[in-house]
């Protein structure tokens, strides 16, 4: 029976200990990593292949300074600027000490489309830019750089016939027709 409440003893004291050292470790990592402000973002560097300007790089990433660098969750951020129909990939690195390094590729629009879509001020011809892959961008995709986009679509090819139903912004459309006119191009 001694030798049953000894080995009992043993047990409960190396949970005990895991415990607090499990607990006290967490507690350990948020105090000096998660939470220590040295390791607080001071420069968010921003760059793009395109028009798209630094700010509006910044604002889709959705990150700004004084977060901390080791507490990003750098996957959501790259997710966050994919998300964005003009952006065709996205790069996001910590710089050590205090920075943060995102670097985008644009999508290069093509061609543009024009459908006739129901708007506020009734059925309207809209237009919209895809790229060599068929992805649907609207030019306001561009955030701050959609003006110097706007300029360049009067020099793109223009497809009709794309049914408006098929025109998802950030999505390819399926169309074989779409893609032989794209292939010409």
């Given at each position: 029976?001694?030798?049953?409440?000894?080995?009992?003893a043993?047990?409960?004291?190396?949970?005990?200990?895991?415990?607090?050292?499990?607990?006290?470790?967490?507690?350990?990592?948020?105090?000096?990593?998660?939470?220590?402000?040295?390791?607080?973002i001071?420069?968010?560097?921003?760059?793009?292949?395109?028009v798209?300007?630094?700010?509006?790089?910044?604002?889709w990433?959705?990150?700004?300074?004084g977060?901390?660098?080791?507490a990003?969750d750098?996957h959501?951020?790259?997710?966050?600027?994919?998300?964005?129909?003009?952006v065709?990939?996205?790069?996001?690195?910590?710089?050590?000490?205090?920075?943060?390094?995102?670097?985008?590729?644009e999508?290069?629009?093509?061609?543009?489309?024009?459908?006739?879509?129901?708007?506020?001020n009734?059925?309207?011809?809209v237009?919209y830019?895809?790229?060599?892959?068929?992805?649907?961008?609207?030019?306001?995709?561009?955030?701050a750089?959609?003006?110097?986009?706007?300029?360049?679509?009067?020099?793109?090819?223009?497809?009709?016939g794309?049914?408006?139903?098929?025109?998802?912004?950030?999505?390819?459309?399926?169309?074989?027709?779409?893609r032989?006119?794209?292939?010409?191009l």
């Open positions: 029976a001694l030798a049953l409440l000894n080995l009992l043993v047990i409960f004291g190396a949970v005990a200990a895991a415990f607090i050292a499990w607990r006290g470790g967490g507690w350990v990592l948020n105090r000096l990593v998660y939470q220590n402000p040295a390791m607080a001071d420069t968010i560097e921003a760059q793009s292949d395109g798209v300007p630094p700010e509006q790089i910044r604002r990433a959705g990150v700004s300074t977060e901390n660098l080791l990003l750098l959501r951020i790259r997710g966050n600027l994919q998300i964005v129909p003009s065709f990939s996205a790069g996001v690195k910590r710089k050590f000490p205090r920075t943060l390094q995102i670097e985008i590729v999508r290069e629009p093509v061609a543009q489309v024009h459908v006739l879509a129901r708007t506020t009734g059925i309207e011809s237009r830019l895809v790229d060599a892959q068929a992805c649907v961008m609207h030019p306001g995709d561009f955030g750089g959609a003006p110097s986009v706007l300029a360049g679509m009067e020099t793109l090819p223009v497809i009709l794309v049914p408006v139903e098929s025109i998802r912004p950030g999505i390819a459309i399926d169309s074989g027709k779409l032989s006119a794209l292939a010409l």
